[in-house]
């Protein structure tokens, strides 16, 4: 099945720096791959997504770049803010149709203001 | 817009009694949605797939005698945890995909943190 790993684990950041988040996955056949930004104690949202056909997508101060061959994608936050901190997931799927992502570990992000 | 409305987001219970969540999707019809549970500081994992009008599907490992959903809706999926035990306190979370265009995406309730005594 599926396999998603995601690193760094934490990534500490200065207020206005870039920050980037990598992550790899081990199903060719995936084509579907959202990011999610939870806060403590709350459900995930989704931030940013983006499918095989594409390969770089950007909203504002997000984007997100996909490598079919590497079989890897990052997310790209330039300007960061305090409020950009909290728990970063990316997230892999075989086809959207199923809903059924598998989740990167996590990435716990803090901006220093 | 579609939003996916989740509760209750904190329950405290005995162990040995059983727990409702609610998920609703607002603004949407979702004839599938999903039910994920995650660990303090740990990703989410995928418990079981919620199909309106019929069976849910259930990860491997995951007790469907423990963790009893329903989809009776195309707006409502609720997952109750049957005799609950302080292994079961966890944050649960349920998710929808929403249909349209220009593409699929799914969107995540807000949780609901389950403490068992």
């Known amino acids: 099945g599926e396999n998603v790993e995601q690193h760094p684990s934490t990534l500490s950041v200065q207020e206005g720096d870039s920050a980037v988040i990598k992550c790899t996955y081990s199903?060719?056949?995936?084509?579907?791959f959202p990011w999610y930004k939870q806060e403590l104690g709350k459900g995930p949202q989704l931030i940013i997504d983006?499918?095989?056909?594409?390969g770089e997508k950007k909203d504002q101060r997000i984007a997100v770049t996909l490598n079919k061959t590497a079989k890897h994608f990052s997310l790209h936050i330039t300007e960061t803010q305090p409020e950009d901190s909290a728990v970063y997931f990316c997230?892999?799927?075989?086809?959207?149709?199923?809903?059924?992502?598998?989740f990167g570990q996590g990435t716990t992000l803090q901006v220093k203001p | 817009g579609a939003v996916v409305s989740q509760h209750p987001s904190r329950v405290i219970c005995k162990s040995g009694t059983s727990v409702k969540i609610e998920c609703r999707s607002l603004?949407?019809?979702?004839?599938?949605m999903f039910w994920y549970r995650q660990f303090p500081k740990q990703s989410l994992m995928l418990m079981a797939t919620?199909?309106?009008?019929?069976?849910?599907?259930?990860e491997q490992g995951v007790e469907k005698d423990k963790f009893l959903i329903n989809h009776a809706s195309l707006t409502l999926s609720t997952l109750t945890v049957t005799s609950a035990h302080p292994e079961d306190s966890s944050f649960y979370i349920c998710?929808?995909?929403?249909?349209?265009?220009?593409?699929?995406?799914?969107?995540f309730g807000s949780g609901t943190q389950l403490s068992v005594l």
């Open positions: 998710s929808a995909r929403v249909i349209g265009t220009p593409n699929e995406k799914l969107l």
């Open positions: 199903d060719s056949a995936s084509n579907y």
């Open positions: 983006i499918r095989s056909n594409v």
């Open positions: 997230a892999a799927s075989s086809s959207s149709n199923t809903g059924k992502l598998i």
């Open positions: 603004d949407f019809q979702a004839t599938t």
């Open positions: 919620s199909n309106e009008g019929s069976k849910a599907t259930y």
